[in-house]
């Protein structure tokens, strides 16, 4: 029997005006004249990066050896991927578009290739904070906006490393340095009215989590904490700047909210002190940039042996939230993926679909073969990057 061979890898960036880069798309292509669909972490660089190092390499393998596929990726490129995360990012997005094509060539959905399901629906949370929201009304406004327009049931806010930022951007008042990892107790007092106007404003059984974007420094962290834990937070998100360091360890020793952090961590190996030293409580892992499906199904089993939960967090578009649903669904301990994008209409349209995608804040499994999605080109050609062809057909 002729084994499949991988034939192309095709890279197709959205452009929507973002100072950082491109929503990146990739497709690969088999010898059975069937392809499979990815998107690899956002960013500049990837066109480069996969046809320089990644597609030479791929070309003529078996597209269903994905776990030797990615491993010999790493091992091959390890002098540069572990100094670049858009290497371990563009293999990601391979490694995604790799399980699409085997869902198809196999007429499975890529969650049965990973082992099963736990569930037969995903629960995200929304991204947000209003501006004003230290004023009650404006808070409660937002509040029925949210709650009406997908059921969703969890937000995440705050964003303390902006918040002195959005109020102060001249830095006029004392402590407030922009690389100081300082909060001041005036940040510390208005972090508290916005928390306590959201949870006023979305209910003791609404889930908010408070995001910190590795900003702070320990004894800022705890304070922060302190003064979060009496609006019952589900948990302060990446206080601490990102390597490990035993702080972590004395944080969620010391923190009454739970700590939660990953999304800038690279494969299984750079989760594992963080995991085996208990430096968090919540695995948050970013998919299109952690090493793909399978890498990821990796670190939350390790964090299941300690008994900690897995979160997805999730700035990818469409493409890459399906593929992130089709892993939480087959890890046990999961609890939630983070819904990013609300400022794009275009977000869900990005794929045909005839219901929303999103409701009662989750996303229920695709039932088709691979990721069980296929693009609308209506709305991805408008999209495309200048000179970039589409190639969804």
Known sequence: MTQPKIIDIRLMRLDYNNSIGYWNLIRVDSSEGVWGLGEAYWGPGLHDVINEFLKPELVGKNPMDIDYICTYLRERLAGIHTANGLIMAAISGIEIALWDLAGKLSGLPVYRLLGGTFRDRVRLYRTGTPDGADD??????????IKDEQGWTAIKTIDVDSLWQRYDPESSQPGHESLSRS??????????????????????????IVHCHWMLDLRDAQRLSERMAPFHPTWLEDPLPVPFSPAWVRLTETSKVPIAMGENLYGRHEFRPFIEEHGTDIVHIDVPKSGGLLETKRIADLAELHYMKTAFHNPARIVGTIASVHAAASIRNFAMIERAGEDYPWWEDVILHDEPIIQAGHIHLPQGPGLGIELNPDVVIPLLKAGDVYWGD
Do not use: K, W
């Open 136 to 145: 009650p009304a404006v808070c409660r406004d937002y509040a029925a906006q």
């Open 183 to 208: 909060l001041t107790e005036a940040d510390l007092r208005l972090s508290e009215r916005i928390m306590q106007n959201m949870r006023t404003a979305f209910g003791d059984d609404f889930d908010i």
